[in-house]
């Protein structure tokens, strides 16, 4: 009998550290040799010329989840994953989410049931808390935490998720005593819908004024109060979708002064502009998204953010509506822009984009990269060493990437149901040709290989990035701050 049921044989194997040619061994779904020359596998795959990468995780994703205008997205747990798959990524994590008045617990039972029913490749789910009465924090999340369901977002906008300043301190509070992590979406809604009233008031109805109304200062202000709320608490956060370079710089001095505030970014800030969401006629309403992209000199700030290492996470916040009367369009041909589904597309391209762009024009390394979309979401969210690496004892979650494949974008290739890519005609330089997940080589040179409900649901363990830092003593001086030392 062969000692492995599959062995890589001459690829590059990349972690986030570094480097080296080698075979690797898979037996029962886990790497179990690292070295050269291995004994031979039940299955052999020549990996000469291409790289091994860690499988992606991407670790915010919207997945049969209906949005806050009550429009279902387009992608369910099977479609999702066999995008993602495509595209390199075998670990998702999407989100259940708790309506006001509803049990946090159900919403979380009602969606493990589509994941575990649907999913191809492996899943951890966030809980998204929008009623965060002292039940749901004191008895519910406790037990969720235990089952392994670790982290949670909260939002700072929208009307029926938006939780206030006094909510945010509860539920960070309560993320501190319980080692969750905590993703924000950090946005000041009345910034938002101040300015929508007057630019519809206005006559100002086109796509583009998304973007306007979802004013930079309005990110940037929410994100440095949900990084004080934090700071009084004393609990590590992480902002998750950050298009503004001014909240960036919120997040950059926070980091400067030894908090664990986390920063996640994403491919529609690194790769479009608020000039796709003015293009003809209802086109724009293709790139509404929020945050919303920002003009090209942001976007370059976005880019010099991950080279400097401000942000951990390069998520794809795939959110996908069809731009049609279910999706986009719902609200008619011709919406006003604040009636428009908000959400782009990218869970099959998120690692194809930033490989070609990032690491092929020498913007980031190939070590930064593997970090970006793959090792730092398994640490923050618990899933390391399982997930997001290649070792000894890992599960054999891998991408063998052609660095040199060029790829023109086109929706007509792309697995997911949205029926449109906002990364149209863009050339790419790098594909991943053949994908393994738990040692099952589930996308073969193009073709899928996967049974519905064949990828398992990962309980999330706390993870040492929600444990708050040891405080410096001046931060902790009542004079100066009266939040951690009283409540602690
Ligand atoms: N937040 C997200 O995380 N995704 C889509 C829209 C939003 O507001
Ligand atoms: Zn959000
Ligand atoms: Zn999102």
New binding site residues.
């Given amino acids: 009998m062969a000692p492995y049921d599959l062995v890589i044989r001459g690829g590059t194997v990349v972690t986030a550290a570094d480097q080296s040619d080698c075979d690797i061994g898979v037996r029962d779904g886990r790497i179990v040799a690292l070295g050269a020359g291995l004994d031979a596998g039940g299955r052999e795959i020549d990996a000469t010329g291409k790289l091994v990468l860690p499988g992606g995780i991407d670790s915010h994703c919207h997945i049969e989840q209906v949005s806050g205008m009550g429009i279902m997205c387009a992608d369910d747990f099977h479609s999702g994953t066999v995008a993602a798959a495509h595209g390199g990524t075998t670990t998702i994590i999407p989100f259940a989410v708790q309506q006001r008045g509803e049990s946090l617990r159900r919403a979380v039972d009602d969606y493990r049931q589509l994941g575990d029913a649907k999913a191809v490749i492996d899943f951890a789910v966030h809980m998204i808390i929008t009623d965060p009465t002292e039940h749901v924090l004191g008895q519910e999340l406790p037990a969720l935490i235990h089952d392994g369901y670790t982290s949670f ?1 909260v ?1 700072m906008t929208y009307d029926g998720t938006k939780l206030d300043d006094y909510q945010m301190l509860d539920v960070l509070s309560a993320a501190r005593r319980e080692g969750a992590m905590t993703m924000i ?1 950090a946005e000041n809604w009345d910034m938002i819908r101040w300015l929508t009233r007057r630019l519809l008031d206005g006559g100002n109805r086109a796509p583009k004024f998304h973007a306007i109304s979802h004013a930079q200062i309005a990110e940037g202000e929410a994100t440095n109060r949900a990084i004080a709320l934090g700071r009084l608490v004393d609990t590590p956060l992480l902002i ?2 950050v298009s503004a370079e001014e909240a960036m710089e919120e997040i950059r001095l926070a980091q400067s002064r030894g908090l664990k505030v986390y920063g996640e970014t994403c491919p529609q800030y690194l790769f479009l502009t608020i000039d796709d969401l003015d293009r003809k006629g209802m086109e724009g309403a293709m790139f509404c998204c ?1 945050p919303p992209p920002r003009d090209k000199a942001g976007q370059e700030a976005i880019w010099r953010g991950l080279q400097t290492g401000i942000f951990q996470v390069v998520s794809s ?1 795939h959110a996908p509506y069809r731009f049609d009367a279910t999706g986009k369009l719902k609200a008619g041909p011709n919406p006003s822009f604040k009636e428009i589904a908000n959400g782009v597309p990218g869970i099959e391209l998120r690692l194809p984009l930033l490989f070609s762009e990032g690491v092929g024009k020498s913007r980031i390394d190939l070590q930064r990269f593997v970090d970006l979309t793959a090792t730092a979401a398994a640490k923050i969210y618990g899933l390391y060493p399982r997930k997001g690496t290649i070792a000894v004892g890992s599960d054999a979650d891998l991408a063998i990437w052609d660095p040199d494949r060029r790829v023109t974008v086109n929706a007509a290739m792309l697995h997911d149901n949205t029926g449109y890519t906002p990364y149209e005609g863009m050339e790419l330089t790098g594909w991943p040709v053949t994908v393994v997940s738990r040692g099952r080589v589930v996308i073969d040179h193009g073709e899928l290989n996967a049974d519905r409900g064949s990828g398992e649901f990962l309980p999330c363990a706390k993870s040492d990035h929600a444990k708050p830092l040891q405080r410096l003593a001046m931060e902790l001086d009542p004079k100066r701050n009266f939040g951690a030392r009283i409540l602690f």
Avoid: C, E, P
């Fill in positions: 977002k939002y979406h998750v979708h929020s916040d």
